[in-house]
Antibody, heavy 117, light 106 residues
Framework: EVQLAQSGTEVKKPGESLKISCKGSGYIFANYWIAWVRQMPGKGLEWMGSIFPGDSDIRYSPSSQGQVTISADKSISTAYLQWSSLKASDIGMYYC??????????WGQGTLVSVSS | SYEVTQPSSVSVSPGQTARIPCSGEVLAKMYVRWFQQKPGQAPVVVIYKDVERPSGIPERFSGSTSGTTVILTINGAQAEDEADYYCYSASDTNWVFGGGTKLTVL
């Protein structure tokens, strides 16, 4: 069974750094794109970017470029989303999703990020 | 940027058919997925490639398409189907989401 296990809730202050993770299991991690999606309270969903762990090909949304860094370590089947300096506007639930055009995407359970002084 | 629209809410009685439309010009060019989201749970894809149903998803869920509109249909909706439903399309360089529809079964 394909599973994506995300790291737990984070409570941070503005200006702090953060790295959240998404560990895949039940499939060959290197062979599928992983996307990161943000869901803000009371607002819609926003794609932030995607990574292909096999060769670390990364695509960012225009609004996320330069704001976050996406990476992956295929040796431990884990993808990451990181910030060097959080802003209050970065709050939200962050999901990772395995992109599978032939069988349906699989989503992680989400990581809640709270940023407050 | 592409826009994809869904009704904010749909209500049906148990056993009735629920239909949730998703419209947008981009949908004529890209396959649509639908996911179901219940409070505190991970999203679950119920339809992909416009009309395909992943293994494990009940047969009462189906998808259809006509030009720039796709429709998620739940035949014989059950109380357990009450959730938020989102349509989305994804490519290597862009994902587009609908605003979500809250399905109430009462």
């Amino acid at each position: 069974e394909v599973q994506l296990a995300q790291s737990g809730t984070e409570v941070k202050k503005p200006g702090e750094s953060l790295k959240i993770s998404c560990k895949g299991s039940g499939y060959i991690f290197a062979n599928y794109w992983i996307a990161w999606v943000r869901q803000m309270p009371g607002k819609g969903l926003e794609w932030m970017g995607s990574i292909f762990p096999g060769d670390s090909d990364i695509r960012y949304s225009p609004s996320s470029q330069g704001q976050v860094t996406i990476s992956a370590d295929k040796s431990i089947s884990t993808a990451y989303l990181q910030w060097s300096s959080l802003k209050a506007s970065d709050i939200g639930m962050y999901y990772c999703a395995r992109v599978d055009t032939s069988g349906g995407d699989s989503w992680g359970q989400g990581t809640l990020v709270s940023v407050s002084s | 940027s592409y826009e994809v629209t869904q009704p904010s809410s749909v209500s049906v009685s148990p056993g009735q058919t629920a239909r949730i439309p998703c419209s947008g010009e981009v949908l004529a060019k890209m396959y649509v997925r639908w996911f179901q989201q219940k409070p505190g749970q991970a999203p679950v894809v119920v339809i992909y490639k416009d009309v395909e149903r992943p293994s494990g998803i009940p047969e009462r869920f189906s998808g259809s398409t006509s030009g720039t509109t796709v429709i998620l249909t739940i035949n014989g909706a059950q109380a357990e189907d009450e959730a938020d439903y989102y349509c989305y399309s994804a490519s290597d360089t862009n994902w587009v989401f609908g605003g979500g529809t809250k399905l109430t079964v009462l």
